[in-house]
């Protein structure tokens, strides 16, 4: 047997027409729905990018325990099981996370692997003349990264030279070298269409588009509530459409491939994602802030499993991302270990037998969530601040960088985790870049409002999915730091005491700051560094927002303005605070000797 995993980086299904999209031009989507099974509740898991990728190696979820971060020491990776047990695993890939602090465990767990540089602000051509940025969107957030892109794409002019390409380029080149071998699998992993959503003039010619606004591409959102025009996200869109469409076309040579060498006989294809996004649904761009809609987490799978030999069939059976590795393990004969919580699809496919009833999700410091395909029920945190707060690792790196010493001061080490295999494991305190009490418990019926608009009050099915919430967790053995957050028993039974809904306070007002009411001031001129710096400054952020003014703050935060992370936060610095603190630093001159020591 022979395994090739195709996987897109956030793709949204509802883009896709073999899931009813209409107007997208994407023949090999449905060319695949019709060689292989399509899921249509499948569910992602960990939020967002690494932490989905720990539960496809590991197969049980991250976001209980741990935000962003590497495979662990005491992790089961099941490309690492599969290349021990004698099956050649390679993975070829332009997701440039796997090669930064918070990925850089995962792809030594292939055999062999392949990287190509250039996406999304990967550090790589260097420059250090400030490019020309006037075709560059305003943005609140990453800005380094948006200087780097606008760089890389220097080097990126022709289809060819694009990470994509060579990513596929190199996936079938590992595939057509192996036809005549068995026992191997292959990892196609492309970074599109995640933003920034950058392809070619073929691909936006397939799509009927208005002028960029202000003349300028707007091609990568930031993760906030929508400011923008009807004409700039139709722009955005389109372009998001246009790249899914390069990505249509690279999967079209994988199936090209399979054709022309009838491996359709003895290779298993599986064809996934790790999550979506929005672009312009309830009212939010991005991901990672608002709750987790089914446009970010009711995610894209196919599956075509040669011993059963099923194709053009759809199951309605709830799976999720978790499942994806103990299906490879079962294709090539092996046993889940007893950490796993996934279950091989290979049941599913063939006879539509479910495998689980619930599928769990969420984000580190972000809502609890579980749905059984039909009700979704999204749990907020009951204290304001969204704390307790903790993540367990050996591992202490975020996204981009390590953990601070100052919040390494803070660590314990504390006894073993059921999962850990007796290691004792590091308790860091956290913070999250959200604060779900902001949007408050939901709970939807995707049956009747498939679009999540009309949150219900129901405290019989509340009751019902809150023991499926808390059963999940406590399979997942959930830190004691979880329940207290979420309100929620750890031991006992849920009574009507942890009921929320038409209880709780009234959500957070999320308004909108208009950039215009702040023109001039010091919340939208200096970054956080600077007001930090000067001690006149640091003592109005600490007498408004308090002690997370000591804290250790991640590096993207403090080059941004208060007003930044304002705009692509929610809760963490409310709208009432940034006119507090405007008031309070206008017309003010900060200590500049301070602000250089």
């Known amino acids: 047997m022979k395994a090739i995993v195709v996987m897109f980086d956030t793709l949204n299904r509802k883009f896709l027409p073999p899931y009813g999209a209409e107007g997208i031009h994407a023949p090999n989507f449905e060319r695949l729905a019709s060689r292989s099974v399509q899921f249509d509740n499948c569910y992602g898991g960990s939020m967002p990018c690494m932490p989905a990728r720990r539960e496809m190696h590991t197969a049980r979820h991250n976001f209980l325990h741990r935000g962003w971060g590497p495979l662990e020491p005491f992790d089961d990776s099941i490309p690492q099981m599969l290349t021990e047990a004698g099956v050649y695993t390679h993975l070829v890939t332009d997701h440039q996370h796997y090669w930064l602090d918070g ?39 990453n800005r380094d990264l948006r200087r780097q892109d606008v760089i890389n794409r220097q080097y990126l002019a022709d289809e060819a030279d694009h990470p994509q390409t060579k990513t596929f380029d190199a996936g079938l080149n590992f595939i057509e070298t192996n036809l005549a071998e068995d026992h191997w699998m292959v990892q196609i992993e492309t970074f599109d269409p995640h933003e920034p959503f950058f392809s070619y003039e073929k691909y936006h010619q397939l799509y009927s588009d208005v002028a960029p ?29 246009a790249l899914l469409s390069m990505c249509d076309a690279s ?73 994806l590795g103990p299906t490879l393990l079962d294709l090539f004969g092996l046993q889940t270990t007893p950490d796993m919580q996934g279950e091989s699809l290979a049941s599913v496919i063939a006879d539509s037998r479910p495998i689980r009833e619930t599928a769990l999700f969420g984000i580190h410091g972000g809502h609890a969530n579980i749905t059984d395909g039909r009700y979704v029920y999204m749990r907020a945190a009951v204290t304001p601040d969204n704390q307790p707060l903790v993540e367990y690792t050996l591992m202490p790196t975020t996204m981009r960088g390590r953990m601070p010493v100052e919040l390494l001061e803070a660590a314990q080490l504390v006894p073993p985790l059921s999962f850990t295999k007796g290691a004792p494991v590091l308790r860091v305190p956290a ?64 009574t009507n005491a942890h009921l929320v809904l038409g209880r709780q306070p009234a959500a957070t007002d999320t308004e909108t700051l208009d950039p215009n009411d702040f023109v001039g001031s ?35 935060a403090l080059q941004m303005t208060l007003l930044d992370i304002a705009t692509v936060t929610v809760g963490m610095v409310p709208p009432a605070a940034i006119h507090a603190i405007a008031g309070l630093l206008d017309g003010r001159e900060p200590d500049t000797a301070a602000s250089h020591r």
């Open 103 to 141: 990925g850089a465990t995962y792809h030594p767990r292939f055999r062999t692997f392949e990287l190509f540089r250039g996406q999304e602000g990967d550090e790589w051509k260097g420059q250090v003349a400030d490019p020309d940025m006037t075709n560059v969107t305003p943005y609140a957030s």
């Open 213 to 241: 606004p202000g003349g300028r591409d707007f091609d990568w959102p930031d993760y906030k509530e929508v400011t923008e025009s009807a004409e700039e996200l139709a722009h955005l869109r389109a372009r998001y459409s």
């Open 251 to 323: 999967l079209g040579r994988v199936l090209d491939m399979m054709d022309a060498h009838s491996m359709w006989d003895d290779t298993m294809l599986i064809v996934c994602t790790d999550h979506g996004l929005l672009l312009g649904e309830h009212d939010w761009l991005g991901k990672n802030v608002p709750p987790f809609y089914d446009e970010t987490i009711h995610i894209p799978l196919f599956i075509w499993d040669p011993r059963s030999g099923v194709a053009g069939e759809r199951r309605d059976q709830v799976v999720q991302t978790v499942d």
């Open 431 to 494: 913070l999250a870049p959200t604060n779900p009490a902001a949007f408050g418990t939901l709970l939807f019926d995707l049956q009747t409002d498939p679009e999540q608009r009309h949150p219900l009050v129901d405290d019989a099915l509340e009751m019902r999915m809150a023991e499926l919430l808390v059963a999940a967790m406590r399979q997942a053995d959930a830190p004691a730091e979880q329940y207290v957050r979420l309100g929620l028993p750890q031991a006992g039974t849920v």
């Open 522 to 556: 010091a919340v939208a001129t200096r970054s956080v560094r600077e007001l930090l710096d000067d001690p006149t400054s640091r003592e109005v952020l600490r007498g408004v927002l308090g002690e997370i003014v000591d804290g250790p703050l991640p590096a993207e």
